[in-house]
């Protein structure tokens, strides 16, 4: 089967491409599989200057691999950059802890000796999606190869050009053959897969729907699945909070990747008394970013991946408008190719609007007024999604208590939410299950074994 990757800021083709057959893949399969036997004697510290020379590797080449995430998916230049020089960060924790966080651990029990080991599981299937191309693959493959795993990955089709640029990196870093492999399949290529008893794990970045086809293909065949899949984060302002600080954090945690992140703060709810002036900031700094060529240094909102996205988004935004809501700036396709919509502010918001209710996943922000901590809470708790969320406020104990009750993965006071290497990362509810990152990440793909020791009688 033959498919193209598009630029979505000028709707041009940049590329074509062959699906791998069956036996294709089935190959690469063996070949991930027998490299597994070396590469899981190997100790963790000599993984760990493996995934160091990674890193080095991402910083050295950082100007190559950004334009082509930009060509492939939108996101503006600058936020290609810094998304590569993420993933160096995120080899530079592991190498630094990784071994540690594998060691031995000794444990208090009635025998002679009594440990918790970590040993690798096999090979893992990764199955990533497009929004952040690098970062999402890396996140997963770092941690599960320290772990002594080897790895498939099976990447968004739209982002086909990096998946292939990500098995080159792996290359150049000096991995050995066959450790990280990418493979160009299909949905029943892949369904095979998760049968195969080669496959011991799989990993899925994803919609809330694939996140419960996976789990169902996985766990028909006993397979460990991590799943980190859709968001709609809230973002509270407490009445105590600066509304030009919040409304300026709200511009970015709306906007980062065009809107198109799983971690974006998506629904805003605010205090009657904060609600004017917090949106007369958020607006003006809205109208303010500028939409355009993704590859200009001063971009800050790209085009969104394909005409589909657009039209869901400005879909959610006309039956929210048929509700009562309006939109005070922005959701308006520009006059120029691609496949662009200005930043929305939505006001007049009520919790069954389309805008409220369901995660729009693109650069619209709608603003709900309440008028106690207490609604604000049961607001962001009244979601099907669990991702992040967070509080802004000059009461920092406020803050936590009223953090401590929102139910999602992430929390976060007075910062908007982000990923961190050194912090689990992950969701409840519709949002996933498992954990990503830190030494939890670490621990998903490997066998917690406890080894015992007694005396001979």
Same mark, same amino acid.
């Given at each position: 089967?033959?498919?193209?990757?598009?630029?979505?800021?000028?709707?041009?083709?940049?590329?074509?491409?062959?699906?791998?057959?069956?036996?294709?893949?089935?190959?690469?399969?063996?070949?991930?599989?027998?490299?597994?036997?070396?590469?899981?004697?190997?100790?963790?510290?000599?993984?760990?200057?493996?995934?160091?020379?990674?890193?080095?590797?991402?910083?050295?080449?950082?100007?190559?691999?950004?334009?082509?995430?930009?060509?492939?998916?939108?996101?503006?230049?600058?936020?290609?950059?810094?998304?590569?020089?993420?993933?160096?960060?995120?080899?530079?924790?592991?190498?630094?802890?990784?071994?540690?966080?594998?060691?031995?651990?000794?444990?208090?029990?009635?025998?002679?000796?009594?440990?918790?080991?970590?040993?690798?599981?096999?090979?893992?299937?990764?199955?990533?999606?497009?929004?952040?191309?690098?970062?999402?693959?890396?996140?997963?493959?770092?941690?599960?190869?320290?772990?002594?795993?080897?790895?498939?990955?099976?990447?968004?089709?739209?982002?086909?050009?990096?998946?292939?640029?990500?098995?080159?990196?792996?290359?150049?870093?000096?991995?050995?053959?066959?450790?990280?492999?990418?493979?160009?399949?299909?949905?029943?290529?892949?369904?095979?897969?998760?049968?195969?008893?080669?496959?011991?794990?799989?990993?899925?970045?994803?919609?809330?729907?694939?996140?419960?086809?996976?789990?169902?293909?996985?766990?028909?065949?006993?397979?460990?699945?991590?799943?980190?899949?859709?968001?709609?984060?809230?973002?509270?302002?407490?009445?105590?909070?600066?509304?030009?600080?919040?409304?300026?954090?709200?511009?970015?945690?709306?906007?980062?990747?065009?809107?198109?992140?799983?971690?974006?703060?998506?629904?805003?709810?605010?205090?009657?008394?904060?609600?004017?002036?917090?949106?007369?900031?958020?607006?003006?700094?809205?109208?303010?970013?500028?939409?355009?060529? $993704?590859?200009?240094? !001063?971009?800050?909102? =790209? #085009?969104?991946?394909?005409?589909? %996205?657009?039209?869901?988004? &400005?879909?959610? /935004?006309?039956?929210?408008?048929?509700?009562?809501?309006?939109?005070?700036?922005?959701?308006?396709?520009?006059?120029?190719?691609?496949?662009?919509?200005?930043?929305?502010?939505?006001?007049?918001?009520?919790?069954?609007? $389309?805008?409220?209710? !369901?995660?729009?996943? =693109? #650069?619209?922000?709608?603003?709900? %007024?309440?008028?106690?901590? &207490?609604?604000? /809470?049961?607001?962001?708790?009244?979601?099907?999604?669990?991702?992040?969320?967070?509080?802004?406020?000059?009461?920092?104990?406020?803050?936590?208590?009223?953090?401590?009750?929102?139910?999602?993965?992430?929390?976060?006071?007075?910062?908007?939410?982000?990923?961190?290497?050194?912090?689990?990362?992950?969701?409840?509810?519709?949002?996933?299950?498992?954990?990503? /990152?830190?030494?939890?990440?670490?621990?998903?793909?490997?066998?917690?074994?406890?080894?015992?020791?007694?005396?001979?009688?």
């Amino acid at each position: 089967m033959q498919y193209q990757t598009v630029n979505p800021a000028t709707e041009e083709v940049i590329r074509e491409y062959s699906t791998m057959d069956g036996q294709q893949v089935g190959r690469i399969l063996g070949c991930t599989r027998q490299a597994w036997e070396h590469w899981r004697r190997t100790s963790v510290e000599e993984r760990a200057a493996h995934v160091r020379r990674l890193g080095e590797v991402l910083r050295r080449n950082r100007d190559d691999y950004a334009p082509l995430m930009t060509q492939e998916m939108g996101k503006p230049i600058t936020e290609a950059r810094a998304e590569v020089e993420k993933c160096a960060w995120l080899c530079d924790v592991y190498a630094e802890n990784g071994p540690q966080w594998l060691a031995d651990e000794m444990v208090e029990a009635d025998g002679e000796l009594h440990q918790v080991v970590y040993q690798p599981l096999g090979v893992i299937l990764s199955i990533m999606p497009w929004n952040y191309p690098f970062w999402q693959a890396l996140r997963f493959a770092v941690p599960t190869l320290l772990a002594g795993n080897t790895s498939l990955l099976k990447h968004a089709s739209n982002v086909t050009g990096c998946a292939l640029v990500i098995e080159e990196l792996f290359r150049d870093a000096g991995f050995p053959d066959d450790v990280f492999r990418t493979i160009l399949a299909d949905h029943k290529t892949v369904q095979a897969l998760i049968a195969d008893n080669v496959i011991r794990g799989v990993s899925l970045t994803g919609s809330t729907a694939a996140g419960r086809r996976i789990g169902q293909w996985a766990g028909r065949h006993l397979k460990k699945v991590v799943l980190e899949l859709g968001g709609s984060d809230p973002f509270i302002v407490l009445d105590d909070a600066d509304p030009e600080v919040a409304a300026r954090n709200a511009v970015t945690g709306r906007t980062l990747n065009t809107g198109q992140s799983c971690i974006a703060a998506k629904r805003f709810i605010v205090m009657e008394s904060l609600l004017e002036p917090f949106v007369r900031h958020f607006a003006a700094r809205m109208e303010q970013l500028v939409v355009g060529d $993704p590859m200009a240094e !001063e971009t800050r909102i =790209g #085009p969104l991946v394909n005409a589909a %996205a657009r039209e869901e988004i &400005e879909d959610q /935004l006309a039956r929210s408008v048929a509700m009562g809501a309006q939109v005070l700036t922005g959701g308006r396709r520009p006059p120029r190719k691609g496949y662009f919509l200005t930043p929305a502010v939505v006001t007049d918001v009520t919790p069954d609007m $389309p805008v409220f209710r !369901e995660e729009v996943f =693109g #650069p619209v922000a709608p603003v709900i %007024a309440v008028r106690s901590a &207490e609604e604000a /809470l049961r607001l962001a708790n009244a979601s099907e999604f669990g991702l992040g969320g967070s509080v802004w406020t000059r009461d920092l104990e406020r803050g936590i208590r009223l953090v401590r009750q929102v139910e999602s993965g992430s929390v976060f006071v007075n910062s908007i939410v982000k990923s961190d290497p050194r912090m689990p990362f992950g969701g409840v509810k519709n949002s996933g299950l498992g954990r990503e /990152l830190a030494r939890f990440g670490l621990h998903e793909f490997v066998n917690i074994k406890g080894l015992n020791v007694y005396r001979h009688p």
